[in-house]
């Protein structure tokens, strides 16, 4: 007797792929038309990507270019270009010799030119999709890479719509995602960004709740803002920033002694779990400020960012040299101002540094012009090497103004720099900035003098050094 295994049979359906497409499902999506690994005999290929959820059988569609070269292929059967896939057709389907990728079908009889050119994809008469690219006059130019549809839902028949592979190498070495996902498709969402970190009251005093704001942005979707901040050697506080107005955040800092040194960082996160931390690197480095009932005296004054004259006095106008910041001493006795440093906001391995010895009288003014020989100046005046850190931008700069490393005062300025004229302090001290044209003045500039009613030093005033802390973990 014999004994036979009877295995179950299993019926799979397979859904055909589908005929009868309309323009647009089927999209032109890469195009390597002029190869460097390999010759263009060789390398030359195109990539389709099909736009739907179903398999299109491309059989018997017509490939061709803008010079009436065409081919219509002919797989002996069924060649599907797979839901939300792709396909590539080459001039040769060996990668031992068309620089190292999988051809799913080659056509013969098109020549794709490294100038401008036409691809045409069709199906019977009607144009299911075409490009038309034009030697890098809208569309890339690309040599040894192909060029990419940047996001397959835009129109690929637009130049500003291409890029060329400058990420992904293949085969042989020459630039390309063929049967995959572009670079500019398939590259992960970055992290949020986070820009403008700042705090209310700048100067705060003990009675003062801070606020730090900020603004967040992201490819996708923002998650969740965080403040974390320390006061003292205290521990560390968390605080969930709330959605404020358009993309800025808000979270409190509750009131803190006198004295008392507050430290903080800011920590957004988006819905890809992507991270991003500001300061950059936090919890090592923070921003921060020192809570302070009474004024400090030392303030930046006046800022020229673009001399038109010669403002060092020296007989000589240079754009560097005659730029100047001057500092203003509102208090009753003078400071000491040894070892302390003045710069713009953007160097911050290129600070000026005070001799030791070096003091501002009381209700006096000390000025840091970029260079030059100063001359007819009467109390202290500093020259830098030629200019103030890497030189003060005329349409937006930032100069601080340090202690220990510490950030005692600062200013921010745009394209009101860029008038030929001082930005100042009206009064001095503690006034508002404003312009010399702005107040009808008819000067300039006035280093080493009064901008026009200078207010002296008080007590009673909340004011809080901005500072940025470098050092001291928040962890």
Same mark, same amino acid.
């Given at each position: 007797?014999?004994?036979?295994?009877?295995?179950?049979?299993?019926?799979?359906?397979?859904?055909?792929?589908?005929?009868?497409? @309309?323009?647009?499902?089927?999209?032109?999506?890469?195009?390597?038309?002029?190869?460097?690994?390999? @010759?263009?005999?060789?390398?030359?290929?195109?990539?389709?990507?099909?736009?739907?959820?179903?398999?299109?059988?491309?059989?018997?569609? $017509?490939?061709?270019?803008?010079?009436?070269?065409?081919?219509?292929?002919?797989?002996?059967?069924?060649?599907?270009?797979?839901?939300?896939?792709?396909?590539?057709?080459?001039?040769?389907?060996?990668?031992?010799?068309?620089?190292?990728?999988?051809?799913?079908?080659?056509?013969?009889?098109?020549?794709?030119?490294?100038?401008?050119?036409?691809?045409?994809?069709?199906?019977?008469?009607?144009?299911?999709?075409?490009?038309?690219?034009?030697?890098?006059?809208?569309?890339?130019?690309?040599?040894?890479?192909?060029?990419?549809?940047?996001?397959?839902?835009?129109?690929?028949?637009?130049?500003?719509?291409?890029?060329?592979?400058?990420?992904?190498?293949?085969?042989?070495?020459?630039?390309?995602?063929?049967?995959?996902?572009?670079?500019?498709?398939?590259?992960?969402?970055?992290?949020?960004?986070?820009?403008?970190?700042?705090?209310?009251?700048?100067?705060?005093?003990?009675?003062?709740?801070?606020?730090?704001?900020?603004?967040?942005?992201?490819?996708? @979707?923002?998650?969740?803002?965080?403040?974390?901040?320390?006061?003292?050697?205290?521990?560390?506080?968390?605080?969930?920033?709330?959605?404020?107005?358009?993309?800025?955040?808000?979270?409190?800092?509750?009131?803190?002694?006198?004295?008392?040194?507050?430290?903080?960082?800011?920590?957004?996160?988006?819905?890809?779990?992507?991270?991003?931390?500001?300061?950059?690197?936090?919890?090592?480095?923070?921003?921060?400020?020192?809570?302070?009932?009474?004024?400090?005296?030392?303030?930046?004054?006046?800022?020229?960012?673009?001399?038109?004259?010669?403002?060092?006095?020296?007989?000589?106008?240079?754009?560097?040299?005659?730029?100047?910041?001057?500092?203003?001493?509102?208090?009753?006795?003078?400071?000491?101002?040894?070892?302390?440093?003045?710069?713009?906001?953007?160097?911050? $391995?290129?600070?000026?540094?005070?001799?030791?010895?070096?003091?501002?009288?009381?209700?006096?003014?000390?000025?840091?012009?970029?260079?030059?020989?100063?001359?007819?100046?009467?109390?202290?005046?500093?020259?830098?090497?030629?200019?103030?850190?890497?030189?003060?931008?005329?349409?937006?700069?930032?100069?601080?103004?340090?202690?220990?490393?510490?950030?005692?005062?600062?200013?921010?300025?745009?394209?009101?720099?860029?008038?030929?004229?001082?930005?100042?302090?009206?009064?001095?001290?503690?006034?508002?900035?404003?312009?010399?044209?702005?107040?009808?003045?008819?000067?300039?500039?006035?280093?080493?003098?009064?901008?026009?009613?200078?207010? $002296?030093? $008080?007590?009673?005033?909340?004011?809080?050094?901005?500072?940025?802390?470098?050092?001291?973990?928040?962890?």
């Amino acid at each position: 007797m014999r004994w036979f295994s009877i295995l179950p049979i299993v019926l799979v359906a397979v859904a055909a792929p589908v005929r009868g497409a @309309s323009p647009g499902d089927i999209v032109i999506s890469e195009i390597m038309q002029n190869p460097e690994a390999v @010759s263009d005999t060789y390398g030359e290929w195109i990539e389709l990507y099909n736009a739907t959820g179903a398999a299109i059988d491309i059989d018997g569609w $017509t490939v061709g270019d803008g010079a009436s070269e065409s081919h219509v292929v002919s797989n002996g059967g069924p060649r599907a270009v797979p839901a939300g896939g792709f396909l590539v057709l080459g001039r040769n389907d060996d990668p031992a010799v068309n620089g190292g990728y999988e051809c799913d079908y080659a056509y013969a009889g098109i020549t794709l030119s490294n100038a401008a050119d036409r691809v045409v994809i069709r199906e019977g008469s009607a144009t299911i999709d075409s490009v038309a690219y034009d030697d890098g006059g809208t569309f890339p130019d690309p040599a040894g890479a192909s060029m990419e549809c940047v996001d397959p839902a835009s129109d690929n028949n637009v130049g500003a719509n291409w890029a060329e592979c400058v990420v992904t190498a293949y085969g042989a070495g020459d630039y390309g995602t063929p049967g995959a996902p572009n670079d500019p498709w398939g590259a992960p969402s970055g992290p949020p960004s986070i820009a403008g970190t700042q705090h209310e009251p700048a100067y705060p005093g003990s009675a003062d709740t801070v606020v730090v704001s900020c603004q967040v942005g992201d490819d996708e @979707s923002v998650a969740q803002v965080c403040l974390y901040y320390r006061v003292g050697a205290g521990i560390a506080q968390l605080a969930v920033m709330s959605a404020a107005t358009g993309t800025w955040y808000e979270g409190l800092v509750p009131p803190a002694p006198d004295g008392s040194s507050v430290r903080y960082y800011v920590c957004a996160t988006d819905g890809s779990g992507g991270a991003s931390y500001d300061p950059a690197g936090a919890p090592a480095e923070t921003y921060g400020y020192v809570v302070e009932d009474q004024l400090p005296t030392v303030i930046i004054n006046e800022i020229l960012a673009q001399p038109l004259g010669d403002a060092n006095g020296d007989g000589l106008i240079e754009a560097y040299e005659d730029e100047f910041i001057e500092l203003y001493n509102a208090g009753a006795s003078p400071v000491d101002l040894s070892g302390w440093t003045l710069s713009d906001d953007d160097s911050p $391995t290129d600070r000026f540094a005070f001799p030791p010895g070096t003091a501002i009288p009381a209700f006096g003014f000390l000025t840091l012009f970029g260079g030059g020989t100063p001359q007819g100046f009467t109390g202290p005046v500093f020259t830098d090497d030629g200019r103030i850190g890497n030189g003060l931008s005329n349409t937006g700069d930032g100069v601080e103004l340090r202690r220990e490393g510490e950030l005692i005062d600062q200013h921010t300025f745009g394209t009101e720099g860029s008038h030929g004229e001082s930005m100042i302090r009206l009064p001095d001290g503690y006034g508002d900035w404003t312009r010399p044209s702005l107040e009808d003045f008819d000067w300039d500039y006035s280093p080493q003098a009064t901008n026009g009613g200078a207010v $002296t030093w $008080t007590t009673g005033k909340s004011w809080g050094a901005i500072k940025r802390l470098f050092g001291g973990s928040i962890e």
